[in-house]
């Protein structure tokens, strides 16, 4: 079955936190998968991918670019696996997928300043609790470092 991170953000923006996450799935061979809830998020999230860091470079495409499945690190708003993604990242509130076979791992990430989308990954926490999924959840610390919480 599917692991299932939640990873709380508290420190951080995700602009911040997620190009760093995205960077260690690379690393780790696996191709990437970013699913926001509209379009305005995820070209915003297509931009910062382009420029978050002058020394990195993490080639990327979006909906619309073809071929999609040739690229290693795709944007969408979709919920389908259009690049046979190891992990997907389920962003600014956007909705879980149908299914979540196919993925290594979910990585559900979360503003904790924002009630609706903490609301959300209750509600996220339990529907995959429900389901039988291996369920983690990491919180930054005042440093912005993640840290697993039992």
């Not at 690190?73 to 690049?83: G, M, P």
């Amino acid at each position: 079955m599917t692991d299932v991170v939640f990873y709380h953000l508290t420190e951080t923006s995700l602009d911040e936190a997620l190009p760093v996450l995205v960077e260690r799935s690379v690393a780790r061979q696996w191709r990437v998968t970013i699913q926001a809830a509209d379009e305005i998020a995820r070209d915003r999230l297509d931009t910062r991918l382009w420029d978050y860091a002058a020394d990195s470079f993490l080639p990327h495409g979006r909906d619309g670019d073809s071929p999609e499945a040739q690229h290693p690190i795709f944007l969408t708003i979709s919920d389908q696996n259009q690049n046979d993604s190891h992990i997907r990242f389920v962003v600014e509130n956007a909705a879980l997928p149908q299914s979540l076979e196919g993925y290594e791992r979910i990585a559900i990430m979360f503003d904790g300043n924002d009630a609706e989308a903490v609301g959300q990954a209750r509600e996220n926490w339990k529907t995959l609790k429900s389901d039988g999924h291996a369920l983690t959840y990491w919180k930054q610390s005042a440093e912005g470092k993640w840290e697993r919480q039992n």
